[in-house]
């Protein structure tokens, strides 16, 4: 079965940055779709960042080039480099695995999923 874990959540200032790790075991990292995304509990989940399994990356226009979604396939880890973020960025992030994946920033489309690291921005 596979299994997602994230990490790397914290607190930081506006304008800090951090690295969630989402790590892959039960499947290889390379052979999925992952998503990152973000949900404050009792609100929709919302697409960040993704990177299908030919390399394209998705992200929404909010990030302004500040958020950069990668894997490495040594480590089978995907990440979510967050830099100079922002208080309104303040949310539990969660990683995504999926097969098939039409639009990699869709919500509904993935298979699998992790618990989620906190990201707390303050101003």
């Known amino acids: 079965q596979v299994q997602l874990v994230e990490s790397g959540g914290g607190s930081v200032q506006s304008g800090g940055s951090l690295r969630l790790s989402c790590a892959v075991s039960?499947?290889?990292?390379?052979?999925?779709?992952i998503g990152w995304f973000r949900q404050v509990t009792g609100s929709r989940r919302e697409g960040v960042a993704a990177?299908?399994?030919?390399?394209?990356?998705k992200y929404v226009p909010y990030t302004e080039g500040r958020f950069t979604v990668s894997r490495d396939n040594a480590t089978n880890t995907a990440y979510l480099q967050m830099n100079n973020l922002r208080p309104a960025e303040t949310d539990m992030y969660y990683c995504?695995?999926?097969?098939?994946?039409?639009?990699?920033?869709?919500?509904?489309?993935?298979?699998?999923w992790g618990q989620g690291t906190q990201v707390t921005v303050s101003s």
């Open positions: 995504e695995a999926g097969l098939n994946i039409r639009w990699i920033l869709s919500v509904y489309e993935y298979q699998h």
């Open positions: 039960g499947g290889t990292v390379g052979t999925y779709s």
């Open positions: 990177i299908d399994i030919q390399g394209t990356r």
